[in-house]
């Protein structure tokens, strides 16, 4: 506060990583009206392709996915796809990104998780009991895309449900983890407390579930795909916009509501185009006239188009 006040022509001061964090924490209102907050995440799609030294192929994707009439991407899908699989494994943190050898890849994912996650944030936040946090990250890793249930998740770890609030609590302001609230206009059909949890970063995911294999068999390999998607728009999302999920007390849904002022647009993540019931529900009941599909092919135009995934990563 001293510095900024007395020497703020002379000297610019920037926190990043965990120190940021600790002064947002613990001297936010000292610094009220002195300081300016950037939000850097990990790599985005467009990012990591730049990052592997194929900046050709980064401009061609799409800055306006949803307005796009035609598919610039086409010619290279298999490059795309290549690099796109490697990115929802691996994530996006640079260090890793710019490395090749997979085995230093799960090094350094591991150095992150163990200095930031298990070390930075246990301090900051005095965590008592960091077995039990541990666990509830765990849990919440492997429930990516589901709805959350704090009171079975309590049950589970040996906590109370306030303590399970906060520790997601911490985990957002942490910005490892993003909870996303159901779109809901009516209280007697559709889902209106659950929310669902997604992962800024799919390889710090992965990492804590133990399971770093680099196949598209892999069983949760839909929800990765859900997941880079959703992670992809936070990054993407200005201000006073906003996310959500669709679900009706019959199970129908949709995965993804994307809200920009009063446009609202529909999104389900599939691998491969299916029948999408939810997504015409919902376009019927909130007469929405365009609706899309993010999947791992190609872009077709339509009332529901289908556009790649990447387009939104």
Not at 121 to 139: A, E, H, Q, V
Not at 167 to 172: D, F, G, Q, T, V
Not at 218 to 232: A, M, W
Request: aromatic fraction near 14%; include cysteine.
């Amino acid at each position: 506060k001293l510095m900024v006040d007395h020497y703020a022509d002379r000297i610019k001061i920037i926190c990043t990583g965990s120190s940021a964090l600790g002064i947002k924490m613990k001297f936010h209102d000292a610094l009220v009206g002195r300081k300016l907050i950037f939000n850097l995440y990990p790599l985005n799609f467009k990012e990591f392709v730049i990052f592997k030294n194929n900046k050709e192929l980064a401009n061609s994707l799409p800055a306006s996915p949803f307005n796009k009439t035609d598919d610039p991407t086409r010619y290279f899908s298999d490059e795309y796809l290549r690099y796109f699989i490697e990115f929802m494994i691996f994530g996006g943190y640079p260090r890793v990104v710019l490395e090749n050898n997979i085995e230093k890849k799960e090094k350094f994912l591991g150095e992150i998780v163990s200095a930031y996650i298990y070390k930075d944030i246990r301090s900051l936040f005095k965590i008592g009991d960091i077995s039990k946090f541990n666990n509830l990250t765990r849990i919440l890793a492997s429930q990516t895309g589901a709805l959350l249930n704090n009171s079975q998740i309590a049950k589970t770890v040996g906590v109370s449900r306030e303590t399970v609030a906060n520790y997601i609590s911490i985990l957002e302001n942490s910005f490892l983890i993003y909870m996303v609230p159901p779109y809901s206009k009516s209280v007697h059909v559709e889902v209106r407390k659950a929310n669902k949890v997604y992962w800024f970063d799919t390889g710090i995911r992965n990492y804590i579930i133990g399971d770093l294999s680099y196949s598209t068999s892999r069983s949760d390999f839909g929800l990765l795909l859900e997941n880079v998607v959703f992670s992809g728009l936070i990054k993407r999302k200005k201000e006073k916009e906003h996310l959500y999920f669709w679900r009706t007390k019959d199970k129908t849904e949709v995965d993804l509501i994307y809200q920009v002022g009063e446009k609202v647009m529909p999104v389900e993540v599939k691998c491969l185009v299916r029948p999408h019931r939810g997504l015409i529900n919902f376009m019927k009941r909130y007469n929405v006239t365009k609706g899309y599909v993010a999947h791992l092919g190609e872009f077709e135009k339509g009332k529901i188009s289908s556009i790649p995934a990447f387009w939104l990563a």
